[in-house]
């Protein structure tokens, strides 16, 4: 790949540093050599015009790489095969990998609001020409069905399995409401967080028992009395008077500085809550009923929560009883 009267002296071995890993070249360029092994000091160092990445980085990997190249406004590329599911790499790429699937064309483009350009291209192993189907075939043998779309299909999935599979944009998300329908009941759901954001969702319940989330909050680091301010105007943009709002049980556990809750808190600012069930599985359960029933809808607007559900997904299976019931994965839980 390199041309040989390119390097230093026109000799790999001159060209090439054994101790610090880098190939350099007559032009003062140079290539330097990282693993995933290293921590993340041992990737930080000098700015660099692109990081290409072989297989999927970790974080502290991805975070060091995004420092080298900002100086120069320079790139990152990977080249890798989705195995470890919606990690942190499906979030970076959430956006594209949304449009890429969506207009069939297997690449997709976009820029964040910060106006980073990110670009996708999928392949899979049908593009290789030189792979016959029984090497194929004894490749993927013994693999799960999510590894082995992970691997075929080049798809990001819940290696773990997802809590609701059956969802689907097209047939449960609907578009905006301007306004409530007649003779519905309103509930108003509250996840307390702080540094892992206060999470609110607007339901209504119509007389045939279907429901519609409606609206969301999605808050970081603001106090309850901001979280009960927003909440107020939301109810207000609807002309909408809850019939209850429930909030994680959590809330109700008592600072041991003030000796108060963020129940009694929130109560305080005009927002009287009562406990939810936490009966996880009972919850899941209703849920997945209401989907598959079509008696539950999203509407655009949720963006959090339809990122979320799509996320959502069971810890690896216990291999004996003695190791306990499946429980979902403590992250993208706000539903």
Known sequence: WVPQEQLVANSWKKAYDKLHHILHFKNGSYFQF??????????????????????????????????RVMRRQGQILFSMTPVEGLSHMYDVFEDTIELAESNGEGWATTTSDTGIERGLVY?????????????????????????????????FVAMSGLVYPRFDRDRHVIEPLDRLPDNCNVVVSIDPGFRFATAVQWHYI???DDMVMFQELHMKEKTIKDVCEAIHWMNARYNC?????????????????????DQSEYADHGVVTIPAQKKVTAGINRCRERLDSDRFHITSECVNFLKEIRQYRWKKPPKTESEGKADPVKSNDHQ
């Open 241 to 261: 008077q809850p019939i209850y709002y429930v909030i994680d049980t959590a809330a109700m556990n008592r600072n041991n500085q003030t000796g108060r809750s």
């Open 34 to 67: 990282k693993t995933y092994q290293q921590d993340g000091q041992q990737w930080g160092g000098s700015t660099l015009d692109r990081v290409l990445m072989d297989e999927e980085p970790g974080m502290v990997h991805l975070t060091e790489s995004r420092i």
């Open 123 to 155: 392949s899979d192993m049908d593009d290789n020409p030189w792979l016959t189907e029984a090497s194929k075939a004894q490749a993927l043998e013994g693999l799960s069905e999510e590894e082995r779309r992970a691997r075929t299909e080049r798809q």
């Open 206 to 208: 119509d007389p045939d």
